[in-house]
Each structure stands twice: as C-alpha cells, then as structure tokens.
C-alpha cells in the first residue's frame, strides 16, 4: 500500500482488501493535507459498517474525508453518516453525482422547480383530511421515536501491563524528587574513654639499717659506700648511706661498741627486701654486722603512660560515642514528629576533639586504672518525609510512563523498594521499582455519535476496537429494538473489570 499526494493539497490514502479501521486511522493521523482520500476496495472489512466510517470522519475533525469505492454498498454507508462518496478517482475529479452523494446547490435547486397546479377546491374532502391526520400521527411517530428511546451502555477498559521501571528517587533540599525537611544539630558532645598501653619504669632499692659490732678497742671509721651482704649464693649487697664512728670496745668493764647505720640495696627491685639478720658479712675482720630488722622498699614496677598511638586510637573510637548520641538525639526527633511523618537519620560528623593531644599523651596512670577520657565535638542531620514516601513519587513516574491515550489504573500500581532507605549528605535516597496496568480512556462523545441509531449488535465490536469490553446494554423503553437515533440520549458508563476478567 502506497500513499499519493496528488496536486491541490489532497492527500489519496489507498487501503487495501484487508484493511481494518485501525489501519485506516493510522494512516488517516499521517496524512497531513486538509483534504484525505480513501480508496477502497470492494468487501473490505473497513466499509462493512457505517460505525467505522462514522469514526474516521469525526477523527478527520476538520479536515474533509471522501470515500471512493466501486461498492455501492460502501458507498450507501458513506452517504449514511454524511462522508461524501464516489465510485472512481475520475468521478471525483469530475466531481459526477453519485446515487450516494448529497445534491449540489445547483442541481437541487433544479430539483425544486415545479409545475403549479390548478388551486384546490375551497373547502377539504373527507380524504384530504385522513391524510393530513396520518401525516401527523406519523410525525408524532417520528419524533417520538427520535426523541423519546434512551440507552445506558456500561463498557470496562481491557487492562494492558506498565513497567515495570525502575527509578532513583531522593528527598532532600537543592531540587530533591521529595520535599525532606532537614534537621539539624550542631552541638553534639560525647566523651570516650581509652586505654594506656605505654610504660614507665617505677624501680626503688631496699632500705633499712645495719649494726656495726667493733672487735677491737680502738675506734673505727665506717665510711659511706661500706659493703654489706647476705650470706646467700649470689648474696644481696648493700651500701652503707652514711658515714659513722664505731666506738672503740673495752676489756674492763667489758663493752663493745655499736654503731646503727643506714643502707640501701645495691640492685633495684624486692630482692633487695630480705629479713631481719641476714646481712652478715661485712669485708672487714674488724666488726661484726647484721641487720635487727627487715629491709623494705625494694621493687620493679612498671607505670602506665599514655602514648600517642593510644591518643589517636581514642579519637578514632570517638566516632562511636558519637554515632550513641546522634541515635539518642534522631529518637528525640522521631518522638516529636508530627503525625504521618518518618524521620531518616542521620548524617553524622566529628567537628572537633575539645581533649588537645598535650593534656593525654605522657600522662602517667596507676596500675589500677590505666585508663583516660577525652572529649570530641560533632553534628548530626537527619531528614523528616511524609510517609506516603517514596511510594507516591514513584506512583506519579508511573503515570508519566502512560500512553497519552491512556490512564493508569490506581488500583493497580504497585511499588516496592530495591534498595532502602539511605541517608547522605544530599537527603535520603531510595531505589523503587514500580509497575501496573493501564486503561484506554473513553471518548464518549465519539462512542454515542457512532452508534446512534445502530442495532445493538454494533456495540460489542465497536467497544472492542476502541480496547473495551461490553458489559451490559440497558434500552428504555425494554422492547425498543435499536440504539437511540440521537447520540445525546445514549449514555456510557466506563467500569474496571473485576480481577478474574482483567487479569492478563
């Protein structure tokens, strides 16, 4: 099939035999001229209903639509619902009468001339007065059966699937797919506490006193650094911290001379801690020594000290405590909501560590609790959505996906997150999948004007064509046998199809 366009801005549409309406409208919305030709050919499934022709004319709207078919069936139907017809190009070119055609004004203006008749008879028979009577009764018919009938046509829209789409959706400030309102807090305070892994030596020698004996009469100096030692294998030795003289002893009356001296271990740590009388060995052959009481104070002990590396790591675990009071202040916020709306929290950052460095590190703690606390700064945002969110956003994407000869089926849609909420610096995004049926929506207008005065059979193929089902035709009065001649006494009512009917 072939589309000419002949001089004189006329656009010739040739359908062939198998041709349907929808064929016919296609290449009908192509054409682009104010005067469209269809040629026909004979038994083509297009001409064999005058409710096709009649949509094809009112979808030309103001364009002029003629039909040329050698049919004369065809043509008939043309003429029916006032789409001039012709039997040939040549015939319309010629613009020739055909027995389908309306008359010109000139030819029926021949017509209309007469020859007079004598004037009638003053006074009507008998006869003259029946048929005036039947006349009337006939015109009371006519216009009883134009005006008086009515119909209610009920039709559903077949369903056909949509989507399903997928679509990124963000609510939050600077041009969000949803308004977000934005909650803010900025003085976030949170205090970690982190362990001292460093050490410091806390090492003391034993102290205590010695008691020098002296073996002779004459006096002895004992000076500072005197060694003394236990009798052990590898013994423990002490110095003396003090200088002293030992009185001399006497042989009448009988004394000896003592002296007490201070000392302290040589070696660092709790050997040096020994019992009473165990230093006993001095290097001199002059004195006696030996310690009356324990010495004490001796030890080896480590110091916890925080480190650089235990500072760092304490900032680092701050994010922690801060993410605890960010959750602590979103729940706030969800409490104080109002109604209908969903908090998504939080965007959380770390502003500052109000503990410096030089307040921690080198710090000494005791064995017992090597622990230290520093303080750390932050803010938290969170956005508040009303919660018919991502839902109807992703709804209304879907609408955008309808043909425009479509509506969406609200009943249908359905919308399900891919991916869930997630708060970033920009607001809370989402990825939705959404999908549904769409319905063809109903020109009535065309609908009525096509089937005014048809038989009811004509309803069902027509519906279908335009994509609906029939569902039900009430007339009134009951027994009236055909559709109302005028269009404006038809209505139709358009309802969904129940789920068993409408399923795919």
């Known amino acids: 099939m072939t589309v000419e366009t002949a001089p004189a801005r006329r656009t010739v549409i040739d359908l062939g035999g198998d041709a349907t309406i929808l064929d016919a409208a296609r290449r009908l919305d192509a054409a682009e001229s104010s005067d469209v030709v269809l040629v026909v050919p004979s038994g083509a499934p297009l001409t064999r209903n005058a409710v096709f022709l009649e949509v094809l004319r009112r979808r030309a709207g103001d364009r002029r639509i003629v039909l040329v078919s050698p049919e004369a069936r065809a043509r008939s139907l043309a003429s029916s619902v006032h789409m001039k017809a012709f039997a040939s190009i040549s015939a319309l070119d010629r613009h020739e009468l055909d027995a389908t055609e309306h008359l010109t004004d000139a030819r029926r203006a021949a017509m209309s001339t007469r020859v007079r008749r004598p004037a009638a008879r003053r006074g009507a028979s008998p006869l003259r007065a029946l048929a005036v009577f039947i006349s009337l009764v006939t015109a009371a018919g006519i216009l009883l059966a134009v005006v008086g009938p009515s119909a209610t046509i009920v039709i559903a829209a077949t369903p056909t699937p949509l989507g399903p789409f997928e679509y990124d959706l963000r609510a939050g400030p600077n041009g969000g797919d949803i308004r977000a309102d934005t909650m803010f807090e900025p003085n976030l305070i949170a205090k970690t506490t982190g362990t001292a892994t460093g050490t410091k030596p806390d090492e003391t020698k034993a102290t205590g006193q010695e008691l020098f004996k002296n073996l002779t009469t004459n006096e002895i100096r004992v000076p500072i650094g005197t060694l003394v030692q236990t009798s052990d294998s590898p013994p423990v030795r002490f110095l003396t911290t003090e200088e002293k003289i030992l009185p001399r002893s006497t042989i009448l009356p009988p004394t000896i001379g003592t002296a007490l001296i201070n000392i302290q271990a040589i070696d660092v740590g709790p050997k040096g801690n020994v019992a009473p009388d165990k230093i006993t060995r001095s290097g001199s052959g002059e004195v006696l020594v030996t ?214």
């Open 291 to 504: 310690n009356p009481s324990p010495t004490t104070g001796g030890k080896a002990d480590q110091i916890p000290v925080v480190t650089q590396a235990d500072y760092d790591k304490a900032v680092s675990q701050s994010d922690s405590d801060m993410k605890s009071k960010a959750e602590q202040r979103t729940a706030e916020w969800k409490a104080g909501a109002p109604k209908g709306t969903n908090v998504y929290g939080f965007v959380l950052k770390r502003t500052g560590v109000m503990t410096p460095a030089s307040d921690v590190v080198g710090k000494e703690l005791t064995k017992d609790k090597p622990t230290f606390e520093i303080t750390v700064t932050g803010s938290a945002t969170a956005y508040a959505v009303i919660d018919k969110e991502p839902t109807r956003t992703a709804i209304a994407k879907l609408k955008d996906e309808v043909a425009s000869d479509m509506d969406l089926d609200q009943t249908s849609a359905v919308v399900n997150e891919v991916i869930g909420a997630s708060v970033q610096d920009d607001g809370v995004h989402w990825r939705v999948r959404a999908q549904g049926q769409q319905k063809r929506k109903p020109n009535t207008p065309q609908m009525t004007a096509a089937l005014a005065g048809r038989e009811y059979e004509a309803v069902g193929p027509l519906a279908q064509q335009l994509g609906f089902q029939l569902r039900s035709i009430t007339p009134w009065p009951e027994w009236w046998p055909r559709l109302p001649v005028l269009d404006s006494r038809i209505t139709i009512v358009v309802e969904s199809l129940p789920p068993s009917a409408s399923s795919p």
